[in-house]
């Protein structure tokens, strides 16, 4: 086993100009720490992920506990289940549409105050489990690409079999600005983090373990330092390296780790898993992993940041499928009136006017508030801004130019496919302009046509193979690399708390 140290990142988009630099982070209050709130309802989507809508598997007043499964995947599609992070009753099921544009059923529950969790949910005692026993366990417990992506997990991980990936990264790189939920995973969990790292691993058959983290935090590097020396003796066959990257928006997303660390302009249709031989997992996934091997716990909650203008800073473990004006209701200082609400993060997020109909989801890493906006949009003067921090290295003035004009085969060709929608050209436009919205939405209307852009995980392929959503590795050993089911992870001497 071994720990390194290596210095990366990418090289496009920021380099004339520094102004993303986010090196100077808002100051969350570390000192108050991870704070829970218990909501008195859940509003749970049937579609939480990369994937096809799940089926409700509970009637409109039934009662769930904590745990139980609400949601399961209807036969041959690509999902995972869904559970309550609740006890209560359901008391509706019914259509909603989710700020994403996406429309699904939705299972509400009215919550009892009583917290009786689901008899299934017991730490393990025996925590030496199999690979393909992992893969179960994470299938079932639901867990999904908690960055963002969404994809289902498992289906991540046979993937990364089925490619034969060297190497598994752990993404703690978090660069959006007011965001600070992974942060705090790290700070508090570093040694759950990193045997979730090492069950993901065993489960994709690689034995090194990256960890990619951004140079400035501090105490986060600390923290898992510490994790990682622990574990040296534990877990041993298993090289691990910290991998310091700068602290640059958006530095996390999947194609600016490819060229930092691989220097890999990945083509489309291209992933990670191909041309670098290397899967990527964020850090409150392989948290969730943990929580499911150790605990029997399904993803039913997940870490927020939510974050004001007048400097309120709260990191929240919410029950997933919290709506959101229970956070204005519970979190001292956070109210949602005569504000701008944001369902995301600050510079991707989407904003939203019902604040009690939308719920955090598996994929909510944030919930923004600021002050309503009413600047007039100047004309573009040219300025070269917005091309200076596109980290595509596009040029956003002339494909908002190109998509008002409806020029669609010169917007094509100028790149609009590549946009990653990360909101760096908007945010650094002067003008005013909503450059990242118009191209993400002119974008979005190319899905299903020929020129349908890549997603932002690789390639349709995923919605294509269900046989990804397996957990049983030794019936598909004809198709997937030779990954024994014989491995038994490293957990010995491990004890529930
Ligand atoms: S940053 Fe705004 S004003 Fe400057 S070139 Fe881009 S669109 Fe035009
Ligand atoms: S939103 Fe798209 S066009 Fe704008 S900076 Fe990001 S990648 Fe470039």
Redesign the pocket.
Known sequence: MSLGWRNHSFYK?FQTDNALDFSKRSSFDHDVMLERIYPGRLILPMLQHYGDECVPVVNQGDSVTIGQCVGAPAPGTMAVPIHSGISGKVTNIKPILLPDGRMCRAVFIEGDRKRTFHPSVRPRNNVNVSASTVMGIVRDAGIVGMGGEGVPTIAKINRARRLKVKELLVNCLQSEPYADSDALILGEYADHVIMGAVAVAGACGVKIINILISKDRKNEITSLRSAMERSFSKYSGYAFNLIYLKPRF?QGYYRMVAKALYDADLEEGESLESRCGAVLFNCATVHACWNAISESMPLTSRVISISTEEGIRHNVQVPIGTPVSELFDTISGVRGSSKMIIWGNLLTGIVIDRPDMVPIIKTTSGIGIIAERNDAVAPCYNCGR?SD????G?E?SI?YKLINEGKQKEAVKFGVR?????????YICPSGIM??SC??RYRASLKNTSLSPFISVGDRQWLDDVSLLSADPVNHSEKRSAVSDSITLPFEGWESE
């Open positions: 988009g958006p917005c921090v596109c980290p595509e596009l956003p494909l590549n946009c990653i929608n990360c909101g760096a050209c908007s450059l990242s191209i993400g």
